[in-house]
């Protein structure tokens, strides 16, 4: 997690776009969104969250392959604190451990 998420950002994320969807709707907790091709649009309060992803080159680190998705933040009309609360949720959820 981030201290401080601006209103918009591009993150590196290391999965498929089916791992994507199926983490999105847990993620997103809530709030009503929608989803159009490659994006999903996401009401926070009175504003909105749009999520557009695009599938990337797999990182290859010797023989392994990791998936990887370009994902663009961007947030309109959303507080400060909505924002920062809304994402502290959002990454606790995609957040993927390892040992």
């Known amino acids: 997690m981030q201290a401080h998420y601006p209103p918009s950002f591009e993150r590196d994320v290391g999965c498929t776009v089916a791992e994507w969807l199926g983490w999105l709707p847990a993620a997103i907790g809530a709030h009503p969104w929608y989803r159009e091709g490659e994006q999903v649009r996401v009401s926070i309060g009175a ?3 749009t999520l557009r992803w ?5 990182r290859t680190i010797a023989l392994m392959r990791l998936p990887r998705l370009a994902v663009t ?3 309109e009309d959303v507080p400060d604190d909505e924002r920062q609360r809304f994402m502290r949720r959002f990454d606790l959820y995609m957040q993927r451990g390892g040992g």
């Open 47 to 49: 504003g909105a969250l």
């Open 73 to 75: 933040f961007r947030f």
């Open 54 to 58: 695009q599938a990337l080159p797999p």
